[in-house]
């Protein structure tokens, strides 16, 4: 079994865009570069972007909620749970507008740290880590 240093939480869809996915492939093939293994957790993606993720060397774990199905936190929170504890990871890196404090609480541990990406500034955060890559704020 693959050691993981990072997971990453992420979605991608054409209803809410792939950037968000793609920000996270970069960051994790520049973590490939210094021997990190990453992998990625979502929802489920197109054939195209789930080919994308893994033809870059990432595994991927597919959440059983539907994409178009409704945001339900605690339901994702303790899925994602069950995944990344499995893993032993060191770093869960989360990059989704539908995810604030209440799910990272849950996702919080002594044995992992967590970073949020988040570019809206407009919900709370509770994690150890958090990028926004817009200035001036």
Aim: net charge negative.
């Amino acid at each position: 079994m693959t050691v993981f240093s990072y997971a990453f939480r992420v979605d991608a869809s054409t209803e809410i865009g792939h950037g968000h996915l793609m920000r996270c492939l970069t960051i994790a093939d520049m973590l490939s570069k210094k021997s990190l293994n990453s992998c990625f957790v979502s929802r489920e993606l197109s054939e195209s972007l789930h080919s994308k993720v893994t033809s870059m060397g990432h595994e991927l774990f597919i959440l059983p909620t539907p994409i178009n199905e409704s945001f339900d936190w605690e339901k994702d929170s303790a899925l994602t749970k069950e995944i990344v504890d499995s893993l032993n990871i060191k770093w869960l890196i989360v990059d989704h507008y539908s995810i604030d404090y209440l799910w990272e609480q849950k996702l919080k541990s002594k044995n992992k740290k967590l970073m949020v990406i988040d570019d809206l500034a407009n919900r709370a955060h509770d994690c150890d880590v958090l990028l926004d890559q817009n200035l001036g704020r």
